[in-house]
């Protein structure tokens, strides 16, 4: 292709319309912050929040609601009934938009960043990497994952928690972008004409520009692609915070009990409400206090990584939020009660502990029969818990 063709192809902004256009799934980073200067472009993107009631109006015009620097505390001076009055304003607008990313500018004196806003942090519990600048949630399972990342020209954040975040704000995000493209080339070199048009589809609008900059420099033409594309909430019942949320069903793995007379495993869920217990309940089915036979490898994920998890004796920890009673005094196997697996394992923890799941006769130490039937305050025969306990 030619120069001429090149220009002609990249002034249209037809894979940028693409890409702004494109279905965003749950998963994806999407980019809420950008200045990128780079090349014969200038491509911006920001963002903010908009209250419901306020779509129609926001999608009548591609220009944009809120701009950089805005979203700071300030005040209001008006007169009333001959008075003046002042009025604090959280934001520094009393139009109900507010800021998801704010600039933080310092006079010169210190440098720029970004910041994201500490209602969105607070709400997803987000631990900040302060070294590599980025966010992560951590959920009830222990998993971790990464939901922001605050570059110096750019910030993404995982849509999924944006649209948790709005769900219960009741309010969309406005994804504004202005795209400039230059060419060294005139329209009238390129074939197109000056002028453009608004354009709306669903919930984004836009204004693509042709125009002649009049010998400024080395640049001839350029095109301004200017819009406001909307992103809507996820219903409540799918926010993820409590209140609103909707509990989700908890799943139970099968796992191996013993061998039958022709020598198959017997499986059994680890539901607890399907066991059997001391109190007359499911009376047909196994009990809640059978013992559920691992391999010792089991636990080695856990050894593994002591910054999360926590293996001491008689019990495995995943920091504060979910931990179960074993048997961990067997020289070559570790032991659990059924109905604790389906219990106190989250779902994943479940799946891991099938996968190291054996069939073995007997059943539990000396040392748990003890402490979990008998409520006895019994020391533990283990080297290795005897040692972390005296150092």
């Known amino acids: 292709m030619s120069s001429i063709d090149v220009d002609r192809d990249r002034l249209s902004q037809t894979e940028m319309l693409e890409w702004l256009r494109r279905d965003l799934q749950l998963t994806e980073m999407v980019t809420v912050y950008l200045s990128d200067s780079e090349g014969p472009h200038n491509h911006g993107i920001y963002c903010a929040l908009i209250s419901s009631d306020q779509i129609e109006r926001a999608l009548s015009s591609p220009s944009w609601d809120f701009s950089h620097g805005q979203g700071m505390p300030g005040a209001v001076v008006y007169h009333e009934g001959g008075e003046k009055r002042v009025e604090y304003l959280r934001y520094g607008v009393d139009d109900g938009i507010e800021p998801l990313v704010i600039d933080r500018e310092f006079y010169g004196m210190r440098d720029d960043y970004k910041e994201i806003c500490e209602e969105f942090r607070l709400f997803h519990r987000l631990y900040h990497d302060r070294k590599l600048d980025q966010y992560i949630k951590i959920d009830d399972d222990g998993n971790e994952h990464l939901v922001a990342v605050v570059e110096l020209n750019r910030v993404q954040i995982r849509l999924k928690e944006i649209r948790q975040f709005l769900a219960i704000k009741e309010m969309y995000l406005s994804i504004q972008f202005d795209c400039l493209e230059h060419s060294e080339h005139s329209l009238e070199e390129l074939g197109l004409k000056e002028g453009g048009g608004d354009q709306r589809d669903g919930l984004i609008c836009w204004r693509l520009h042709y125009g002649n900059l009049g010998g400024i420099g080395s640049h001839r033409a350029f095109s301004r692609l200017l819009g406001v594309q909307l992103v809507a909430p996820l219903p409540k019942s799918k926010s993820g915070f409590w209140g ?48 559920v036979h691992f391999r010792k490898q089991v636990l080695d994920k856990y050894y593994q990584q002591p910054s999360k998890y926590s293996v001491e004796d008689s019990i495995l920890r995943c ?16 032991c659990a009660w059924l109905g604790d697996l389906g219990q106190d394992l989250p779902y994943e923890e479940q799946l891991h502990w099938r996968a190291h799941n054996i069939s073995l006769k007997g059943g539990v130490s000396e040392t748990y029969f003890k402490r979990q039937i008998l409520a006895q305050f019994t020391d533990s025969d283990r080297t290795e818990h005897l040692f972390t306990q005296r150092y």
């Open 319 to 334: 920091g504060y939020l979910w931990s179960i009673y074993l048997d961990n005094h067997h020289d070559d196997k570790v």
């Open 244 to 291: 609103f949320a909707e509990k989700p069903k908890k799943k139970h793995v099968e796992f191996i009990i013993g061998l039958d007379e022709n020598g198959d495993e017997i499986t059994c869920t680890s539901n607890p409400d399907a066991l059997a217990n001391y109190f007359g309940a499911n009376p047909d089915a196994p009990n809640y206090l059978t013992p």
